[in-house]
């Protein structure tokens, strides 16, 4: 029996129905959308369409034409970051994030001059909002924050900080990764302007779907341009979503079964599915305590975090654990840095990285028992 606790990376396994979609539209229909006006293809434009209206409702957003698809997080992370901003614009991110966010940042700067403000969060993994509000400049031209951190699962007060982004009109842009499928989000009473996901995380989806939801007004130029499959006689990209960050040929079957998982979580609720994890991510507290010479990093609080626990082992090399929890007890858990360096600096963590595990709707208690009795095993 192999256990697994990487669905921070990505989900595993998926609901059954996710998959059974992905097969079925292959083996049964298979056709572009957005492309032909014949039957299956008319079939597959409805498909896409519904997966705009179920995603758009999960996050209580009313235009299904403004959640644009992309094939996964990062993408759309650019688009909405190198659509947004300009030659010597001035942004506002955190500490926390991901190389998504921070790669494109550094990129930007280095070729067309942007200035970055990042705003440092506590030990524990939490940002001040004040140290947002007295960092804005005249020529801050998008804030961009995750939701909730990689490393250590807090969850930002996405809310206050979306509330100081609207009172100084600045585009608000948050990277939903890790919290989209198990927190309750609301781009209405969160003050969201674009919210980035990515489809195979706690959404439950395939690989190479994610996306934006656009709730606002402010121009994104798009990523790239190309075949939308209308206006084909007019030279320039389409001004209307989702044609205008639509691009090329989408991942039908993907995000048909990203369709089929966000019906899942509302089938079982995502309140329920929260308090699942939640509940899980306690348990897993409690017992990882009582493994010999560890050090757990965050706040420790189920309440504060999504599912993800980062620690290590004193005096043991976090790769070398996650090497022996596979080969020995086949468990999988990640080792390193999980693409957020400064994350590592708040903990003081950037030479060893962590351990992390990354709990999931579908494991169980006994899987932590389990990877908890082999960790006091490990150091026999
Ligand atoms: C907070 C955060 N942002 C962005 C990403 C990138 O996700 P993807 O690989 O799906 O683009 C991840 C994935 O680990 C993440 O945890």
């Known amino acids: 029996m192999s256990i697994y606790l990487d669905n921070a990376a990505t989900s595993y396994p998926k609901p059954r129905e996710v998959a059974d979609a992905v097969y079925n539209f292959m083996v049964n229909n298979g ?3 957005g492309r032909g006006s014949y039957q299956k293809a008319m079939e597959s ?6 997966t705009r ?3 758009a409702s999960l996050f209580n957003f009313n235009d299904p034409k403004k959640v644009i698809f992309t094939s996964n997080i990062t993408e759309a992370l650019n688009m909405a970051i190198k659509g947004i901003l300009k030659r010597g614009d001035h942004v ?3 500490s926390l994030e991901h190389n998504a966010v921070w790669r494109c940042l550094k990129t930007l700067e280095k070729e067309i001059n942007i200035s970055i403000t990042k705003i440092d969060a506590n030990k524990e993994g939490y940002t001040n909002i004040k140290d947002i509000e007295e960092n804005i400049k005249d020529n801050t031209s998008l804030i961009v924050f995750t939701q909730a951190s990689n490393v250590l699962g807090t969850i930002q007060p996405i809310k206050d900080i979306g509330a100081i982004a609207r009172r ?3 585009p608000f842009l948050v990277d939903a990764a890790q919290s989209a499928g198990v927190l309750p989000i609301d781009v209405k009473e969160d003050n969201i302007d674009i919210l980035a996901f990515t489809g195979h995380k706690s959404l439950l989806g395939p690989m190479g779907t994610g996306g934006l939801l656009i709730n606002c007004e402010y121009n994104i130029e798009p990523l790239k341009v190309g075949g939308t499959g209308g206006d084909s006689a007019y030279e320039y990209q389409p001004n209307y979503y989702p044609n205008k960050l639509e691009t090329g040929t989408l991942n039908v079957s993907g ?3 990203l369709g089929e998982a966000v019906k899942f979580i509302k089938n079982k609720g995502i309140i329920n599915i929260h308090n699942k994890e939640k509940e899980l991510v306690r348990y897993a507290l409690d017992k ?4 010999n010479n560890i050090q757990i990093y ?3 609080d189920s309440d504060k975090i999504v599912s993800v626990i980062s620690f290590n082992i004193k005096n043991t090399m976090a790769e070398e654990i996650a090497y022996t929890l596979d080969n020995k007890y086949n468990i999988m858990v990640r080792a390193g840095l999980h693409c957020a360096p400064s994350a590592h600096d708040l903990i003081g963590t950037k030479d060893i990285g962590t351990l992390r595990i990354g709990i999931g709707y579908f494991n169980e208690r006994e899987d932590i028992d389990i990877l908890v009795r082999a960790l006091n095993e490990i150091q026999i």
């Not at 990882?288 to 493994?291: A, M």
Request: glycine share 8%; proline share 4%; hydrophobic share 35%.
């Open 255 to 257: 995000i048909i079964g």
């Open 53 to 55: 209206k179920e995603i």
């Open 288 to 291: 990882l305590k009582s493994v």
């Open 45 to 50: 434009d409805f498909l896409i369409y519904n």
């Open 168 to 170: 100084y009109k600045i």
């Open 31 to 33: 056709t572009s959308s």
């Open 92 to 94: 506002i991110t955190s």
């Open 298 to 300: 965050g706040p420790q």
